[in-house]
């Protein structure tokens, strides 16, 4: 749920992920039409990419905290949750099971 979440806030943002390959382009046209040295552009490259990764990270995080917060909300059983549970019937059915002293 959470990835479908992502996935579409992502399409919806596509803007700010530009990728590698389509910031060397532009980097590339820069430095041709003599706008930027080579080593302005690597700078300018790498300065992109750890802003769309930054923001990347941000936006998950943000994604990750409201998705937790709903399923909060909604009472929704966890992993963890399920797994007590399991036990709790796997212990009470060892007391049903268990042979009767007399």
Do not use: C, H, W
């Not at 990764?53 to 909604?74: A, C, G, Q, S, Y």
């Amino acid at each position: 749920m959470q990835e479908m979440i992502k996935n579409l806030f992502y399409l919806g943002a596509g803007a700010a992920f530009v990728t590698k390959e389509k910031i060397e382009e532009l980097k590339n046209e820069l430095v041709e039409k003599g706008k930027m040295t080579q080593d302005e552009g690597k700078k300018f490259v790498d300065e992109l990419m750890k802003k769309s990764e930054d923001m990347k990270k941000e936006i998950d995080d943000k994604i990750n905290r409201t998705v937790t917060e709903r399923l909060e909300k909604m009472n929704v059983a966890t992993g963890d949750d399920l797994a007590d549970l399991r036990q709790q019937i796997q212990e009470l059915r060892a007391l049903v099971e268990k042979p009767k002293k007399s």
